[in-house]
C-alpha cells in the first residue's frame, strides 16, 4: 500500500501497527500543505472509531513529579489490561524551535510495557501548555484502541488550563513543603479542576502533604464548581509507591459515572468538539493570512513604520488585514 494514500495510514491505525501510528502522528505534526491535505483525509477515515477512551490533562508545578506519576498510574492500568497512551508535551526552545523530547527515557518502565504508546510532541509556540496538534493525535491514539489517553502538559501558567478543554478529567498535581502553594499556581487552573492531588504524601513528607491537602480543600470552598453534580476533592497520592495513585483512578471513575448519569459528559464533549473546530478555524486564517503573498510583500514595510512610530500598531494591523 502507498504511504502517500490515506488508506496506508487509516488501516494501520485501526489495526494497532505502532510504527503507523508513529507515522500517522508525524504526517498530522507537519505544516507541509501536501502532509495537511493527506492528514486531513486520514482523520475523516479514523474519527468514527475514536472517542472511547477516558481522556485525562495532568498539570502541575514544575518538580511537582508528573512523569514519575504519570508512569505510576500508567503501569498500573497497563497491568490491568488497559491499553494506555501518554502524550507528553515538551517545552520548545524560543531560540531554537527545538525542544528537549525527554519524556521516553523519563518513564522508561512504562516506555517499555506493551499494553503502552509514549508520544513526546514540542509545545512549539502554542498557548496553553499543549502542543497545536494534540487533540488530532489523541483521536489517532483512541482509534487504534488506547482506552485511556493521558496528556501531561508544559507546567502551570494561566494560559494552560487550554488542556481543560479537550479532556474528560482535568487533574492539577501539587506538593506540600514547596513554599506557599497557594502562589504556586494561577486561580485560573484551580477553576478549571476536576480533581487537585497533592503528590509525594509518602515517607517524612506524609504530614506536611496533609496539611496541605488540608489548606487546598479550605481555598476550593470560595470556588464555584464548573460542573453541579461535582465538587472538585483534594486528594493525596504516592508516585514511588506500587498503587500509590489508584485512589486517583477511582476519583477518575467516579466523577466519569456520575457525568454520565447527568448527561453532563456528552455535554462536555459536544461543546469540546465545537470548541476545537473554531480554534482550527483561527489557526486556519492566521496560515492563510502569513501564505499570502501581497500580505508578505507589505510586512516588512509597515513593521518599519510600527518601529519608528509612524503608525500605531492599531493601525498597522488593520492595514494587513485590508490586503486579506
Not at 7 to 26: N, P, S
Not at 54 to 66: D, F, S
Not at 158 to 174: G, H, K, P, R, Y
Not at 251 to 275: C, V
Request: proline content about 3%; hydrophobic content about 40%.
Amino acid at each position: 500500500m502507498d504511504y502517500r494514500e490515506p488508506e496506508f495510514y487509516i488501516k494501520g491505525v485501526l489495526e494497532g501497527k505502532r510504527l503507523i501510528i508513529a507515522k500517522t502522528i508525524t504526517l498530522v505534526e507537519s505544516s507541509l500543505p501536501q502532509h495537511r491535505s493527506l492528514a486531513a483525509k486520514v482523520m475523516e477515515g479514523i474519527i468514527a472509531n475514536s472517542g472511547h477512551s477516558v481522556r485525562l490533562g495532568i498539570t502541575g508545578v514544575p518538580g511537582v513529579g508528573k512523569s514519575t506519576f504519570i508512569e505510576n498510574l500508567g503501569l498500573d492500568l497497563a497491568n490491568q489490561g488497559h491499553k494506555v497512551a501518554v502524550l507528553a508535551v515538551d517545552p520548545s526552545s524560543k531560540r531554537s524551535g527545538g525542544s528537549i523530547l525527554g519524556d521516553k527515557t523519563r518513564m522508561e518502565k512504562l516506555a517499555a510495557h506493551e499494553n503502552a504508546f509514549i508520544r513526546p510532541s514540542p509545545s512549539g509556540a502554542t498557548l496553553g501548555g499543549v502542543a497545536s496538534k494534540t487533540r488530532e493525535i489523541m483521536l489517532i491514539c483512541e482509534a487504534a484502541g488506547y482506552d485511556v489517553v493521558l496528556v501531561e502538559t508544559v507546567g502551570v501558567g494561566q494560559s494552560e488550563i487550554s488542556v481543560a478543554t479537550m479532556v474528560d478529567f482535568f487533574l492539577v498535581l501539587m506538593i506540600a513543603g514547596a513554599g506557599d502553594e497557594l502562589q504556586g499556581i494561577k486561580k485560573g487552573v484551580l477553576e478549571v479542576a476536576d480533581a487537585i492531588a497533592i503528590n509525594k504524601a509518602d515517607g517524612d513528607n506524609a504530614e506536611r502533604a496533609e496539611q496541605a491537602r488540608h489548606e487546598f480543600e479550605l481555598a476550593m470552598h470560595f470556588l464555584s464548581p464548573v460542573f453541579p453534580s461535582w465538587t472538585t476533592p483534594v486528594l493525596k497520592c504516592s508516585s514511588i509507591i506500587e498503587k500509590g495513585t489508584q485512589n486517583i483512578w477511582k476519583t477518575i471513575l467516579d466523577h466519569r459515572k456520575k457525568m454520565k448519569e447527568t448527561g453532563e459528559f456528552e455535554e462536555k464533549r459536544r461543546s469540546q468538539a465545537l470548541e476545537w473546530m473554531w480554534t482550527l478555524v483561527n489557526e486556519g486564517l492566521k496560515l492563510k493570512f502569513n501564505e499570502n503573498s501581497i500580505i508578505a510583500e507589505k510586512i516588512p514595510k509597515i513593521e518599519a513604520k510600527v518601529e519608528r512610530e509612524l503608525i500605531s500598531p492599531t493601525t498597522a494591523a488593520e492595514e494587513l488585514l485590508s490586503y486579506f
